[in-house]
């Protein structure tokens, strides 16, 4: 299955709403109040499939992982829920064993695997930083 439409599928089975809408610099922004949660795309930051995966998948993964920063947050806390949320993002985008797979199809640069993954070589980075931090590389 396609992973844009997968992170779709996941947003409407959450009852999370999902619009493009102009957020001035933000790339995206998600509101949860009680039950009610959408999020906001931002069209000007989000005109790539490769973007909006990207900024798709990490709004959810703050939904997925409750680390949505409140006003009150301190950078500690900001920073770990950064982390929890790109974790979850590389697990959905980079899983581990299709990483493996593709090192041993020999796609070892980082530009080789962020296009055979269809992301950006940040993700890539993101997924090795994190995948290291686990022990699972």
Request: aromatic residues 10%.
């Amino acid at each position: 299955m396609d992973k844009l439409q997968s992170l779709y599928d996941l947003a409407e089975n959450h009852n999370i709403g999902v619009y493009f809408y102009e957020l001035g610099d933000a790339e995206a922004a998600t509101v949860q109040d009680g039950s009610f949660c959408a999020i906001a795309l931002n069209p000007r930051y989000n005109r790539t499939p490769q973007s909006e995966l990207e900024h798709l998948s990490h709004e959810l993964g703050h939904v997925e992982t409750g680390t949505l920063h409140p006003l009150s947050a301190s950078k500690e806390d900001i920073l770990r829920g950064e982390y929890r949320c790109t974790a979850w993002v590389v697990q959905r985008l980079v899983p581990m064993d299709e990483l493996l797979e593709a090192a041993d199809h020999g796609y070892t640069e980082v530009w080789e695997l962020a296009e055979y993954f269809g992301v950006s070589e940040d993700c890539i980075l993101d997924a090795v930083k994190v995948y290291r931090n686990k022990g699972l590389l």
